[in-house]
Nanobody, 126 residues
C-alpha cells in the first residue's frame, strides 16, 4: 500500500553535511507518522528521528540531537533527513519508515512502523 524509496546517501568526510530523501507513494505523508532509522554492521537497528502525522511532534535520538533535522514536503510527498556535522559513528545504512496506525505519538521502536524503504548507505570517513 505504501512504498518508500530512500536516496541521497554517499561517502563524506567528518564534519560534512548530507541530506537524505524518502519519496513515498500510495499514501500522503501527511497521513503517516514518519521515521528514520539506521543500522551499522553488527549492530541493532537504531532510531534516529521521527515526526507524527500532523508534523507537530518530532523526536530525536540523543546521539543526533542538534545535528540532524527531519522535515517534509507535502506537495512532493517526500520526507527529508538533514544531517550536519557528520561523525564516523554516523556510518550506517539509513532506512525510512512509515507508521500508518498511530495518530499523535512518535515512537522509537522499529516494530511500531509498518512500511520500510530499501535503505541508503551513508559512510563518514575520519
Amino acid at each position: 500500500q505504501v512504498q518508500l524509496v530512500e536516496s541521497g546517501g554517499g561517502l563524506v568526510q567528518a564534519g560534512d553535511s548530507l541530506r537524505l530523501s524518502c519519496a513515498a507513494s500510495g499514501r500522503t505523508v501527511s497521513s503517516l507518522g514518519m521515521g528514520w532509522f539506521r543500522q551499522a554492521p553488527g549492530k541493532e537497528r537504531e532510531f534516529v528521528t521521527g515526526i507524527n502525522r500532523s508534523g507537530s511532534r518530532m523526536l530525536y535520538a540523543d546521539s543526533v540531537q542538534g545535528r540532524f533535522a527531519i522535515s517534509r514536503d507535502i506537495a512532493k510527498n517526500t520526507v527529508f533527513l538533514q544531517m550536519n556535522t557528520l561523525k564516523p559513528d554516523d556510518t550506517a545504512v539509513y532506512y525510512c519508515a512509515a507508521d500508518s496506525t498511530h495518530n499523535w505519538s512518535v515512537y522509537r521502536q522499529s516494530d511500531q512502523y509498518d512500511y520500510w524503504g530499501q535503505g541508503t548507505q551513508v559512510t563518514v570517513s575520519s
